[in-house]
C-alpha cells in the first residue's frame, strides 16, 4: 500500500480511500467512531437513515401469572400498568372447588367486577377464555371461549359484542384481585395477564 512521508515530522500517512474491511480488526469500530445522530441507549436502535431513536410504539409484555391451584382468591401483586394500551388476559382451566360460582375480577381494592361463570370440577383439556381490556376507555370485550370445555362457560348476559361498561382498571391500577363470589376454592388453572403497548 502506498505511504506519503510527512518529512517535518517522519511520520508515515495513509492515503485517503485506501483502507480496506480486511485491514479492520473485528470489534474495532466503536459507538463513539460511528456518525449518528441522536443517543444510544437500551432503549434505542439505529435507523436505517444513520440515527439513533425509540421504537415507534407497540409491542406486548406478561406483566403477571398467577396459578390458581388453591385458595379462594388470588392478587397480582404490583403491577405498574402505565405505557400500556389494553390488557389482555388469558384464564386457562380455571375451576373451582365447590359449586358452579362467577369469577370476579377486583382492581386496586376497587368494586368487584363479574367476568364469566366457572362450572366446579377440574379438567385436564387445553382450554381458554380470553378477555381483552382497553385501559383508555374502559370498556371490557366480551370473554371468548377457545376449545371445548366443561368447566368453562361464556358470560353472555350482557351480549356477545362486549361488555361495554367500565370495569375499574386504569394505568394507575397496581393489584386485580381475582376470587369467585361464592367464595369457591381454585383448584386448577392459570391467569396469565399481558399489557398491549
Known amino acids: ?22 485491514k479492520v480488526a473485528d470489534d474495532a469500530i466503536g459507538l463513539a467512531e460511528l456518525s449518528a445522530t ?4 437500551s432503549s434505542t436502535f439505529l435507523r436505517g437513515d444513520n440515527a439513533w431513536a425509540a421504537p415507534s410504539g407497540g409491542g406486548i ?8 391451584t388453591s385458595g379462594t382468591s388470588h392478587t397480582t401483586g404490583t403491577i405498574n400498568l402505565t405505557g400500556y ?16 360460582g362467577q369469577l370476579q375480577m377486583t ?5 368487584a367486577n363479574i367476568l364469566f361463570p366457572v362450572s366446579s370440577g377440574s379438567s385436564s ?11 383508555g376507555s374502559g370498556v371490557m370485550t366480551a370473554p371468548t371461549r377457545v376449545a371445548m370445555a ?3 362457560t361464556v358470560h353472555t348476559a350482557e351480549g356477545p359484542g362486549g361488555i361495554g361498561i367500565n370495569k375499574g382498571l386504569t394505568a394507575s391500577t397496581t393489584s386485580i384481585v381475582f376470587a369467585y ?5 381454585f383448584d386448577v388453572g392459570q391467569i396469565l395477564i399481558y399489557g398491549i403497548k
Open 1 to 22: 500500500m502506498a505511504t506519503t512521508i510527512n518529512g517535518s515530522t517522519g511520520a508515515s500517512q495513509i492515503q485517503d480511500n485506501t483502507v480496506s474491511n480486511a
Open 38 to 41: 441522536g443517543t444510544a441507549s
Open 61 to 68: 409484555d406478561l406483566i403477571s401469572t398467577i396459578n390458581t
Open 85 to 100: 394500551k389494553q390488557l389482555f388476559m388469558s384464564f386457562y382451566s380455571i375451576g373451582s372447588s365447590g359449586t358452579a
Open 107 to 111: 382492581p386496586n381494592g376497587g368494586s
Open 125 to 135: 383439556q387445553a382450554q381458554y377464555t380470553l378477555v381483552t381490556h382497553d385501559l
Open 150 to 152: 366443561r368447566n368453562l
Open 181 to 185: 363470589n361464592g367464595g369457591e376454592t
